[in-house]
């Protein structure tokens, strides 16, 4: 994957969409419950992550809707 400075860095806290692999922008970040959902501005995808036992987000489920997890 090519990537150019800065961009790399961005991606980390963000991420590419399942459906059109546009960015992804942070919707929620919950670090109680150890997790967040990112959303694509593009298609209006919503991304389920959550925290693995060894602190890295990890993705659960994506959706149209933002209120799976309340
Ligand atoms: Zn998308």
Known sequence: MATV?????R????GQ???????LE?????LKKSRR???CVSCGLYHF???DFFGK???ARAAKVPDLWG
């Open 11 to 14: 991606r980390k806290h963000t």
């Open 57 to 59: 987000w990890k993705l």
């Open 17 to 23: 969409c399942l459906d059109c692999g546009k960015a």
């Open 5 to 9: 400075n800065g961009e790399e860095t």
């Open 37 to 39: 959902i990112l959303h």
């Open 49 to 51: 992550y959550k925290k």
């Open 26 to 30: 942070l919707y929620m970040l919950d």
